[in-house]
């Protein structure tokens, strides 16, 4: 018994912090951010809540989220992101787009429905 009650206070404060993250950025910086990376790295990277990556070893996107916080993602795609992905391009984005970018990885990680499938 106390241990449903203590599930259900723990899912509780998640919602709050997903809500309160979600609310500093607007849901149009978010569909910005989902547009960049649908037009540069969804032919290798599975990019949403589900899917594959059509590249056999790049890592879908929802599991990236959570080996590297989104803000430490930033700085890579900043300063350009090659760290050791031979088939991958140069990458290197302006503020406004990083913003973009990461809003929507953090949306992507509070999402309540996340959590890194085995392919
Ligand atoms: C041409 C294919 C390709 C494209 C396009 C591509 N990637 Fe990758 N990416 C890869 C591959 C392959 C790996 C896995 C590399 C490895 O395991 O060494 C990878 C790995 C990564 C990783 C994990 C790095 C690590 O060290 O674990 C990140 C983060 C990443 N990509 C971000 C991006 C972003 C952001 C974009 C778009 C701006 C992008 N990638 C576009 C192929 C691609």
Known sequence: MNKLVGTGAG???ALLLAGTALAQSSNGTI?????LL??????CHAI???GASPHETAPPFRV??????PESLAEALAEGIVSGHPDMPEFVFMPP?????????????LAPDVSPQKD
Do not use: H, K, W
Request: charged share 20%; proline share 3%; net charge negative.
């Open 97 to 109: 787009e990083i913003e973009a970018i990461i809003a929507y990885l953090d949306s992507l990680m």
């Open 48 to 50: 949403g809540q589900d």
């Open 31 to 35: 569909v910005q951010g989902r547009a």
């Open 11 to 13: 899912l509780f404060a």
């Open 64 to 69: 990236v989220v959570t080996l590297y916080p």
């Open 38 to 43: 649908e037009a540069n790295c969804a032919r």
